[in-house]
Structure formats: C-alpha cells, structure tokens
T-cell receptor, first 118, second 109 residues
Framework: EAGVTQFPSHSVIEKGQTVTLRCDPI?????LYWYRRVMGKEIKFLLH????????ESGMPNNRFLAERTGGTYSTLKVQPAELEDSGVYFC????????????????FGPGTRLTVL | GIQVEQSPPDLILQEGANSTLRCNFS?????LQWFHQNPWGQLINLFY???GTKQNGRLSATTVATERYSLLYISSSQTTDSGVYFC???????????FGAGTRLFVKA
C-alpha cells in the first residue's frame, strides 16, 4: 500500500509568486492534516480536513494560504503571493475516519515539500 | 536516510503511574520535537528539544544527542494523557524531517 505522498519534493520560487503544494493521503483515509516547519523553528499545525470539509484551520498563518480538498481525496495548499517567511518544509499526514484515542489509527506522514522563497 | 524508532509501540497504564517513552534516531540531528496527538488527530507540540532536558508540568523530556535518543517522561499519568505520542527529528545538513511511528498510550481510570 502506498504511503502519503507529496509533490513537489522541493520548490524554489521568487517572492510574490504563487506555489501550490499537493498531498495524496493513503487511500481511504478521511482525515488529512497539513503542518509546516519554518526554518529554525518547530513544526506547527496548519489545518485539518475530514473528507472535503475543513475541520480546523486555526493554524493557517494568514489569508495568503488556501487549502482545498476537492472530493475528499488529495489536498492542495496554495500560497499566493509567497513571502520570504513562508520558506520551510510543509508536511501532510493522513489517518482513518473515526479516529479515537485508543482504537483509532495513528497518523502517517508524507516526506514533506521543501519550499524556498527567494 | 535517517531512521527514527519509537518504543514501546503501545502502552497501557493505570492512572497515577509514571511512564517513559523513547525515541531513537540513527544519525546526528539538528532538532527533535515531541508531539501529542489530540482527540481530533492534530499534533500538539510538547517539546522542541534538540538536546538537554526540559520540563512542563508533569511532562519532561531529555535528549542525548551524542547517544542519539530522546526520552519523554510522563509522571502521575491521567486519562487525558491517552493518545499517540510522536517524535520528529530534523536531520543535519538539510531540511529533512522524519517522524517516528508513534507510541499509543492508554491510561485507565
């Protein structure tokens, strides 16, 4: 079974440009999460999808970030326009529906997309 | 590439007991972070600890970078401590971050 995949693995763009990151969760996983690690800082939560709905987007830094999950399958995270401070690594994770503290599945993490804004 | 192993994979405790979770990594790291997965599946940062010891209430963590491991201590466990605990390491020389598979903790009342 394929794991969580992310594309691209690395993106280099100039300030002001737009970048779209993609995450393909494990098939059948309804929960999808985005996290990011800005250089030199800790990993932080961005948002959580349950199927196609945004369960929690409290971690989104500002309105330059837009996440979608059409059809409840893959998800995209668009940064428009990108700023220098957006550089970092963006992680995606997925887990099965009806996650429970004990009986549910753990999260499975993708390899991350490294974003460099020049 | 760098490997991250967490142990034990599953742990059941009686409320009030203490526990130690371990995170081993196979190479030098820049940073290490411990998380607790909340009931909605979101990762909550516990410690950002590339080396040394930190404490926050009943939780503390120690990373011995030279020996390539980190420990998360939970004292006087409570039912609300139940969940999955992850460690994530940032490999040296780049932006590569690897997550462990997690330790599932269940604290019984």
């Amino acid at each position: 079974e394929a794991g969580v995949t992310q594309f691209p693995s690395h993106s280099v763009i100039e300030k002001g440009q737009t970048v779209t990151l993609r995450c393909d969760p494990i098939s059948g996983h309804d929960n999808l999460y985005w996290y990011r690690r800005v250089m030199g800082k800790e990993i932080k939560f961005l948002l959580h999808f349950v199927k196609e709905s945004k369960q929690d987007e409290s971690g989104m830094p500002n309105n330059r970030f837009l996440a979608e999950r059409t059809g409840g399958t893959y998800s995209t995270l668009k940064v428009q326009p990108a700023e220098l401070e957006d550089s970092g690594v963006y992680f995606c994770a997925s887990s099965q529906e009806d996650w429970a503290r004990w009986t549910g599945d753990t999260q499975y993490f993708g390899p991350g997309t490294r974003l460099t804004v020049l | 590439g760098i490997q991250v192993e967490q142990s034990p994979p599953d742990l059941i405790l009686q409320e009030g007991a203490n526990s130690t979770l371990r995170c081993n990594f196979s190479d030098s790291v820049n940073n290490l972070q411990w998380f607790h997965q909340n009931p909605w599946g979101q990762l909550i940062n516990l410690f950002y600890i590339p080396s040394g010891t930190k404490q926050n209430g009943r939780l503390s963590a120690t990373t011995v970078a030279t020996e390539r491991y980190s420990l998360l201590y939970i004292s006087s466990s409570q039912t609300t401590d139940s969940g999955v605990y992850f460690c994530a390491v940032e490999a040296t020389g780049g932006f590569k971050t690897i997550f462990g598979a997690g330790t599932r903790l269940f604290v019984k009342a």
